[in-house]
């Protein structure tokens, strides 16, 4: 991945004229080159506004009052209502759903790159028999449709005494993580040098020990891209919390907002909701801004391989 | 290295092994096995019924309807977003001018900008995009009418979601627009380490850029291209489409189930309509077209590996 340039400034519009004929260079290529080149400006340009325009949207409603979100749509707000932020903050409960994703999320992030990691590490490292069994287990979980499992699951986790818990959310998510975790991060350990574990091994270093201080440092940069494809994944998480967790007091993020949008029928609350929709939307596009390199590479790191 | 290997590995293993097979496999296992029963899901009784609720999915219109919308969601989507991600990862890293000195084939200025930029929509949660763009396609006070208002289409107003005819295109046009930025970068990268000289022999050979594409960067692509197709496709059959349906179509599902996919209807009559043992069933079904479609692309895009 190579996106290195972060402070290159946005491209201007394509400026054709300023490139003044040379004489002696092929006149056919440069031609072609001179429209495509305005060509893919323009298209480009153009796809940037599409993605760009619904969010700056999104967060130009979030300041208006009700009458003028539905009056007209496009129209810059009369005065900035900070009022609708506040609003959505405690009376719609977003700091409530806001707290529960963060536990959620913390929880099952850590749980799934400390499991993920040492079955990987096993799964890399040494010969047993079943090794390759387990390896495919767990691989295949990524392209069977979790849906299906949700169904019995619901009932597993209620017999438990595990729905609409915290905690059992995140035993969910960590095991629903698992898959990729462990695919990504066996591959990852297989690239690491076999000289440095083998050494502390002689030096007298149990496994466990040769694992948790020098393979574990070793893997950091996998164990980081890994850790931003999960940390999205599970914030940005719907499909799970939907079935499993439908106590009202307990709603992530995501649930919480598609929840406030149905009862909107009711309160008719649009702007706070519109508030609480960019609240939940900014932290996540700023961290992706300043981590854009390693989101990008963690994000990618899966198809690529 | 042999001493206390076992124990070792087993103490690593038992945790995260005991957990996926938990709450993943064993439920899976149990589906199938609930597919043959009258399983409510309300109470714990339910007897084997054999074939009996395979038979009444076959005649299921819901079911069929269900099922073509996923087809559609796995055929089109994939198409669509890898398409247009193709042309933008194309004119990013290829489409820029000539400058002298310069190397034959260039990106255009602020590439990387735009990288970032088409990236926005790929961090956000599917259900915010959802949310979001249910409110943009509102007929009334809606954005987008809004807009075709201010520029004299007064005459142009249509449902969006509201018409059975249109609404699966504008739920699909949603996930096109929320992956295609993944899809550019992912494609930018492997373009990034296609060598320049191959492009340059191509162009002292007097090749356009079409031909360019065509001859050159799209078979040197093509791993990444069908992992890319595999994954959208996964997607598009569970999850996301879940996501992007149950939040903005009516019922929901659609006017007409117009709309509805098979992930939610499993959704719909085990949690909704208490028929767990005929969801498990249609999620079975879900399982096969899933897996077929992986194998059918797999198959299709075969090719001899090129080395470069």
């Known amino acids: ?305 | 290295m042999q001493h206390g290997k076992y124990r070792f590995i087993v103490g690593f293993l038992a945790l995260p092994l005991g957990l996926y097979a938990l709450f993943v496999v064993w439920p899976f296992i149990q589906s199938i096995y609930y597919s043959f029963t009258d399983w409510t899901g309300l109470s714990p009784e339910f007897k084997m019924v054999g074939l009996d609720n395979y038979r009444r999915m076959l005649d299921d219109e819901i079911f069929w309807k269900s099922l073509q919308h996923s087809l559609m969601f796995a055929v089109v989507l994939p198409l669509v977003t890898i398409g247009l991600a193709l042309f933008f990862a194309f004119m990013i890293n290829v489409g820029g001018r000539k400058r002298r000195g310069g190397p034959v084939i260039s990106g255009v200025r602020g590439s990387s900008f735009y990288k970032i930029v088409y990236f926005f929509p790929q961090v956000l949660s599917i259900a915010i995009v959802a949310l979001l763009f249910a409110f943009a396609y509102n007929p009334d006070s809606g954005a987008i009418n809004s807009f075709l208002r201010g520029i004299g289409l007064d005459g142009v107003q249509p449902l969006w979601l509201g018409d059975p005819d249109l609404a699966l295109w504008c739920v699909m046009a949603v996930l096109v627009w929320s992956t295609v930025g993944f899809f550019v970068v992912l494609f930018s990268a492997g373009m990034a380490s296609i060598p320049a000289d191959l492009y340059e022999a191509a162009l002292l050979d007097g090749a356009g850029r079409a031909t360019t594409f065509f001859r050159i960067t799209l078979p040197l692509l093509w791993d990444t291209v069908q992992s890319g197709w595999v994954y959208m496709g996964i997607l598009a059959l569970g999850a996301e489409s879940f996501a992007v349906v149950q939040i903005m179509t009516t019922g929901p599902g659609g006017p007409d189930y117009s709309t509805t996919v098979m992930v939610l209807y499993v959704y719909q009559k085990a949690f909704r309509d208490g028929q767990a043992a005929y969801a498990t069933t249609i999620g079975v079904a879900l399982l096969v077209v899933t897996l077929a479609f992986a194998a059918l692309v797999m198959r299709l895009g075969r090719r001899e590996r090129l080395e470069y």
């Open chain 1, 1 to 305: 991945m190579s996106i290195e340039k972060t402070t290159e400034p946005p491209a201007p519009v394509p400026v054709t004229k300023t490139d003044v004929p040379r004489s002696g260079g092929p006149p056919r290529p440069k031609k072609e080159g001179q429209v495509l080149n305005a060509f893919s400006h323009g298209i480009l340009v153009l796809w940037a506004v599409m993605v760009v325009l619904p969010l700056l949207w999104a967060v130009m409603t979030s300041f208006k009052d009700d009458g003028a979100i539905f009056g007209s749509p496009w129209s810059l707000p009369d005065k900035l209502h900070f009022d609708n932020w506040s609003r959505a903050w405690t009376e719609a409960n977003m700091s409530d759903y806001f707290l529960n994703t963060v536990l959620v999320v913390g929880g099952s992030l850590i749980g799934t790159l400390v499991l993920g990691s040492m079955a990987a590490y096993v799964l890399a490292r040494f010969d047993f028999p079943g090794n390759r069994f387990i390896y495919y287990l767990f691989v295949g979980g990524m392209s069977f449709p979790i849906m299906l499992a949700l169904v019995p699951l619901f009932y597993v986790v209620n017999n438990m005494g595990l729905l609409n818990t915290i905690h059992g959310l995140i035993l969910v998510y960590i095991a629903y993580s698992l898959p990729f975790t462990v695919f990504f991060l066996t591959a990852f350990f297989r690239t690491l040098p076999s000289s440095v574990a083998e050494a502390a091994f002689v030096d007298g270093a149990s496994h466990s020990r040769t694992f948790f201080q020098i393979m574990v440092p070793m893997a950091k940069p996998g164990l980081i891209s890994v850790g931003i494809f999960n940390f999205l994944g599970q914030w940005n998480q719907y499909m799970l919390p939907t079935v499993l967790n439908t106590d009202p007091d307990k709603r992530v993020l995501t649930q919480g907002l598609v929840q406030l949008a149905v009862s909107q029928g009711y309160k008719g609350d649009w702007s706070g909701l519109f508030a609480g929709l960019v609240m939940a939307m900014l932290p996540v596009l700023a961290a992706y801004i300043v981590f854009q390199r390693q989101v990008v590479q963690g994000l990618t790191a899966g198809a690529l391989k």
